[in-house]
């Protein structure tokens, strides 16, 4: 089912964009453009909208004929060093957007300051935009088959086109000329010109070289075919295929890792599984190149041509790295002193059932007591394939590089290998005639261990040669000899040396563990630095911020981020020019890299890495590297696209965040919009029922009623209106604090004024209530907003009067906390507020019966107070009452040097 389910999926992507048709020939001259073109005439003629993109006719007049009446695009012109040159213009093919684009040579290489560097990446993009393609390449041109093309010619073709883009194919035509026929054609001049063709034909155009390219061609015809055909009847459900195995590629960059890269191509292409290409880094790289810089700026050549030779190798993996990922592979850098169980770690992980390896380079001190890698995977590896590939020009480069790195011996080595040995000679001889040491042969041992665990193995073996032979010297009888007289002392000494050796190879191994280590945690330190400084961030704005420090800061390059439309740092963003800002955007709008070491809009100072999403493109990271870096390694690369992802993740959770919250406030708008039509409709609506039934009962019968009547009535009306009026202002105040329109007018006032006025006002309009003040005398006055204050006292003590129970007084207590702010507790003896409801009282229309909805009331009340104690930095808090019964609202604001300074700068400001 899974295949079936890809088979579709693969089916409906193919139908959904543009598709390739290739018309493959073996060599140049088999008929290629001339096939194209007449199928595309045929086309016409039956009203398909076919338009030539580019066509190279190279001056044959067949070739002329069949494009005369052909729709075409005329080509760009490109300016280039004083000439000028034309080439395929993209963007007028993607405007017009034809049926078929006819789109020749498919390997060219653009001129300079086009879009892409080659056209096949031109094909993509057409085809991305729902366009056919016919296009022409020849067999040689094919990634995969470069080595063994050049194997058959003895040529490199530099212009190659990627496999991958062959899986887009709807159809390949093989254009097919006998060997003989197609010599004949050059021979008239039908393919180049006289001198060229005479050329071609004692190298190319060999007899032999044409046969084998045609079978190279039929063969890759036959696999594309047999891929089809698997592909649909999967579709179909006709026939269950086998379970997708896989092909491990492990590469060292010894000479032949871009060979062994095509090979597991080709393997996985015939097989038709997946594959990845694997490197271990086993601490040697990083020991070399630690080596070199070491030498504080003066290492000797040999230990600089080591260090060369270290940059070369990790050059060639990168290459190969780029090379696999073109051809449809993954790539991986593994950290493990084990070369071999990291291989097999890696297998196992990915299912693979074939490891493709290089011939096992010989190490003549090592083989001594290491197994090759090939007999390691042999012994531990049994139920794997195991491929060997090897060619004779990776034995000779193998062979160059073991006399390189053997031969490279730094001044650092030198010196500590002599230093050392002469040390261990030294402190012997003091053992051996001060402390009565028989036998040193430890303090050999100790200096082996030292060497080994400053340098390498080749190192550790030198030293414990040279303290055998000083053992042998100065300290086995004969003295001053190497001669050993006692078959005891030759075992001593056989001993020693056996010892030495393995105590040097231990210590050297445990060396290259800790700087394979250091390496990967060197990565695994930046991705926690990033993820530490992503989680603080609450919103995008802070995720950019974040993310380009930390980019900055590892990769050491200027870094830009643009997400969502929101882009950052605003420096990054004014040097950007509007190359650098064309490559973002084709970055962000096809979901690949561009600018700078790469092959799209290269001419760009910054590299553009595309932020993915599980979806679609949300935005894309911009770096400019200093100018003398001529090469992303692949560390660097790998490392950049890690944080990038982390960023991307990050980005899309405050996105998560901010939807949610959107969702939130959209919930508690339509909650406070609910509570607030419930209010309006019933809190407000009774005091207007009240009035306007006392309004008519006057109109109506007022003049049979007596003046008693008359009063009561008119009462109403007042009391009823004021209320009404209460409710308004509340609202007022409410939409006031939650604009920050509320401006703050203060001055010194005495406490028991403000007090003393709120209980009038509130005894106006429940007469019935009781009030039991306690102020001390003498308590200074406050600074505060008079009117503001005097409000919220008569909140809070209105709301106590709706709970207290008739008869019951209401308490309010004034006095100095030990905090030396002023203190006013307002307690009632109703039914009092549960622990875990006291803070909601404050909420907006809270609407349970013990809050001040619970009677009459706009659930405003207690929220008016929180926001008028809060803007003079005071606060509210809800407790419980005297003997546990009922309910204290507690107001605390500042008061003293505090106030008194506060009171002064606003003094100052605004009065």
Known sequence: MPDKADALLGELKRQ????????????????????????????????????????ETHGRKETLALVEGLPQVARKKIPYRGHTLEEMDLDALLVRKPTIALVDELAHRNAPGSRHERRWQDVEELLDAGIDVYTTVNIQHLESLNDVVQQITGIRVSETVPDKIFDRLRDIRLIDLPARELIERLKEGKVYLPEQAARAMQAFFSPSNLTALRELAIQAVAEHVDIDLREARAARGMESLKIRR????????????EYLVRVGARMSERRGWPWSVVTVDSGDSSEALQQEGDQTGHPVSLGKKRAQAEQQRLLEIDRAFALARSLGGETEVLHNTDVAQALLDAAEARGARSIVIGRTRERPIARMFNRTLTQQLLLRGARYELTIVSTPQARRQTRDWINAASSSMTKREVWLILLASAAAIGFAALAERILGLQDPSLIFLLAVVLVASRTRMTSAVITAVLCFLAYDFFFIEPEFTLLINASRGVATAMLFLAAALIAGRLASQLRRQVVALRAANTHATAMQKLGRQLAKAADLGQVIASGTSILKSTLHAEAWIRINGESGPAAATTSLTDKDLMAADWTQQHGQMSGRYTDTLSSSSWLFLPVRSDKDVIGVVGLRFPSDMDRLSFEQRRLAESMVEDIAQAALRTRLVSQLEEARVTGETERLRSALLSS??????????????????????????GTEDQQSLLETIRIEGERLDRYIQNLLDMTRLGQQGLKLTRDWVGIDELVGSASRRLQRYEPNIRLE?????????????????????????????????PGEPIHVNVQRNEDGQLQVDVTDRGPGIPEDERRRIFDMFYSVERGDRGKQGTGLGLTIVQGIVGAHMGSVQALPGREGKGTTIRLTLPWGEYAKQEAKEDDGTTQ
């Open 680 to 705: 309006v409709s019933h809190d407000l609506r009774s005091p207007l029922s009240s009035m306007i039934g006392a309004a008519d009962s006057l109109a109506q019968y007022g003049k049979d009623m």
């Open 246 to 257: 896989h092909i491990l590629v492990a590469i060292d960059g010894r000479g032949e890792s």
């Open 16 to 55: 959904s964009a543009g598709r390739l048709t290739v018309f493959l020939g073996a060599a140049p001259g088999v008929g290629k453009t001339y096939a194209m073109l007449a199928r595309a005439r045929e086309l016409h003629r039956q009203g398909v909208d076919v338009v030539i993109g580019v066509i």
């Open 773 to 805: 003040l306690d102020i001390p005398p003498g308590l200074p006055p406050i600074h505060v907003h008079p009117a503001l204050i005097e409000q919220a006292l008569f909140n809070v003590m209105e709301n106590a009067a709706k709970f207290s129970p």
